[in-house]
């Protein structure tokens, strides 16, 4: 029995565990160039990013670690220490003003500069894809781990590639691809387009490359992890690490009938919460819909949640820290933030699908990205940004949409041209829209402010 199959009908922490286990073993004894492993939300990417740094540490092979953004890179740093304060850490960083976390200081084990050859020799050395790609003439790692690679670039990775012998690709396939200022129409469907993800171009070019998922996600609840796989992972799918009774949402407050309180019990019962208005072509700071998310968020936090998991005997408030709202675009953040500073609330974190890759909260509210939209473009069938709005949460997800959504993605055409040669690795957005939708149907409380 293949090290896959016994995960898929192990437990969750015993497939994990198998799963974690075949991917150090390719990385540290396997003869291939590159190892890829997908990985669903909240599957503890840093934690196996982590593991493999420290066991290539002990086993005497320096390594680069490549990470997309500072605070990602900081991150790591600070995991790193907090797992071996004796390990000899380089923070490798730009000529900025303020260019990491001053956190850092503190830590004896850690030595940080501007420059790679002040921290040659040091166990493990860290930075992010785009100063890696300044640093020449040193002598290559045996050894690389890149931390969210599906955001990654293929010129990015293609700017560092000459600077290790080995690498682990680590990285989430559901999430944003990466970000281009330029139209890439001339290169897609070819194996060397700029814009693709380093993980798409690897695989272009490598195909036999060692392949692993991780298979549980801890973050997402057995409310929402069945969803989230079928409708943005049906070719790596995973499971949620907890059952239906280890995490409840309670309130000290009882509801007071609103549409408001209706959809957040509604959201504290099932994992899920549709608060639908009616249907109606609006601006993108639509009022109506802005004002529905600000006073859920309100009423959340007036009704004095508690949050009961597996992490802890005690109940944990639920408080502002553990809430955030997502948005497609950043005036309908600003409009929610200007809309919550209104009703007092300003310690809740709000931001755009993009900016909220990566992170985790008890509960999210969520403007959904084609409510009172008159069409459905390529930006908003996206699936990485459904897919990151719908998996922050470590409870429920409660999301704000118009009626009609059905309708537009029934009528609405698809005018994107096919491009021969690329690779899918999930369903299209208007697939995984319709999915999402029908299950939020279920979950559904209307509302005419």
Same mark, same amino acid.
């Given at each position: 029995?293949?090290?896959?199959v016994?995960?898929?009908?192990?437990?969750p922490?015993?497939? =994990? *565990? +198998?799963?974690?286990? #075949?991917?150090l %073993?390719?990385?540290?004894?396997g003869?291939?160039r590159?190892v890829? @492993? /997908?990985?669903?939300?909240?599957?503890?990417?840093?934690?196996l990013?982590?593991? =493999? *740094? +420290?066991?290539?540490? #002990?086993?005497? %092979?320096?390594?680069?670690?490549v990470?997309?953004?500072?605070?990602? @890179? /900081?991150?790591?740093?600070?995991?790193?220490?907090?797992?071996?304060?004796?390990?000899?850490v380089?923070r490798?960083?730009?000529?900025?003003?303020?260019?990491?976390?001053?956190?850092?200081d503190?830590l004896?084990?850690?030595?940080?500069?501007?420059?790679?050859?002040?921290?040659?020799g040091?166990d493990?050395?860290?930075?992010?894809?785009a100063?890696?790609?300044?640093?020449k003439?040193?002598?290559?790692?045996r050894?690389?781990?890149?931390?969210?690679?599906?955001?990654?670039?293929?010129?990015?990775?293609?700017?560092?590639?000459g600077?290790?012998?080995?690498?682990?690709?680590?990285?989430?396939?559901?999430?944003?691809d990466?970000?281009?200022?330029?139209?890439?129409?001339?290169?897609?469907?070819?194996?060397?387009?700029?814009s693709a993800?380093?993980?798409t171009?690897?695989?272009a070019?490598?195909?036999?490359l060692?392949?692993?998922?991780?298979?549980?996600s801890w973050r997402?609840p057995?409310?929402?992890?069945p969803?989230?796989s079928e409708?943005f992972?049906?070719?790596t799918?995973?499971?949620?690490g907890?059952?239906?009774d280890?995490?409840r949402?309670a309130?000290?407050?009882?509801?007071?009938?609103s549409a408001?309180?209706?959809?957040?019990?509604?959201?504290a019962?099932?994992g899920w919460?549709?608060?639908?208005?009616?249907?109606?072509?609006?601006?993108?700071?639509?009022?109506?819909?802005?004002?529905?998310?600000?006073?859920?968020?309100?009423?959340?936090?007036d009704r004095?949640?508690?949050?009961?998991?597996?992490?802890?005997?005690?109940p944990a408030?639920l408080?502002?820290d553990?809430?955030?709202?997502?948005?497609a675009?950043?005036?309908?953040?600003?409009?929610?933030?200007?809309?919550?500073?209104r009703?007092?609330?300003t310690?809740v974190?709000?931001d755009?699908?993009?900016?909220?890759?990566?992170?985790e909260y008890?509960?999210?509210?969520?403007?959904?990205?084609l409510?009172?939209?008159?069409d459905?473009?390529?930006?908003?069938?996206?699936?990485g940004?459904?897919?990151v709005l719908t998996?922050r949460h470590?409870?429920?997800?409660?999301?704000?949409?118009?009626?009609?959504?059905t309708?537009?993605?029934?009528?609405?055409?698809?005018?994107?041209?096919?491009?021969?040669?690329?690779?899918?690795?999930?369903?299209?957005?208007?697939?995984?829209?319709?999915?999402?939708?029908a299950h939020?149907?279920?979950?559904?409380?209307?509302?005419?402010?």
């Open positions: 029995m293949t090290a896959q016994m995960s898929d009908v192990a437990g922490g015993a497939a =994990a *565990a +198998l799963a974690t286990e #075949a991917i %073993r390719d990385t540290l004894h003869s291939a590159g890829v @492993v /997908d990985s669903p939300p909240g599957a503890g990417k840093s934690t990013v982590v593991r =493999a *740094a +420290l066991e290539l540490a #002990a086993a005497g %092979r320096p390594l680069m670690v990470a997309q953004t500072n605070a990602q @890179v /900081d991150d790591l740093v600070l995991r790193l220490a907090e797992k071996n304060p004796d390990l000899p380089g490798l960083h730009s000529s900025d003003s303020d260019p990491y976390d001053k956190a850092l503190d004896p084990n850690v030595r940080t500069s501007a420059k790679a050859a002040d921290l040659a040091l493990v050395v860290l930075s992010t894809a100063k890696w790609a300044h640093v003439g040193v002598e290559p790692w050894h690389a781990i890149v931390d969210e690679a599906y955001q990654m670039r293929s010129d990015a990775l293609l700017a560092v590639a600077l290790f012998e080995r690498a682990l690709f680590v990285g989430d396939p559901g999430q944003l990466p970000f281009a200022i330029v139209g890439s129409e001339q290169w897609a469907g070819l194996s060397y387009d700029p993800s380093a993980v171009t690897l695989l070019h490598n195909p036999d060692p392949q692993h998922r991780l298979p549980v997402l057995a409310s929402a992890a969803l989230v409708a992972y049906p070719y799918p995973f499971r949620s907890t059952g239906p280890d995490r949402l309130f000290a407050v009882p509801s007071d009938g408001p309180d209706r959809v957040i019990d509604e959201a019962e099932t919460g549709l608060l639908r208005l009616p249907a109606a072509h609006t601006p993108r700071t639509d009022p109506e819909a802005v004002g529905a998310v600000a006073a859920v968020v309100r009423r959340l936090l004095e949640g508690a949050a009961i998991s597996e992490r802890s005997p005690d408030p408080t502002a553990r809430i955030a709202v997502g948005t675009h950043r005036d309908q953040a600003a409009a929610v933030r200007a809309a919550l500073a009703l007092g609330v310690e974190t709000v755009t699908a993009n900016r909220l890759q990566g992170r008890d509960v999210t509210v969520v403007l959904h990205p409510s009172g939209r008159p459905a473009t390529a930006f908003h069938l996206e699936t940004r459904l897919c998996s470590r409870h429920a997800c409660i999301v704000v949409c118009r009626d009609g959504v309708e537009l993605l029934d009528d609405y055409p698809s005018t994107e041209p096919v491009q021969l040669g690329t690779v899918v690795k999930f369903p299209d957005g208007w697939e995984a829209n319709h999915a999402v939708l939020l149907a279920g979950h559904r409380v209307d509302w005419t402010p």
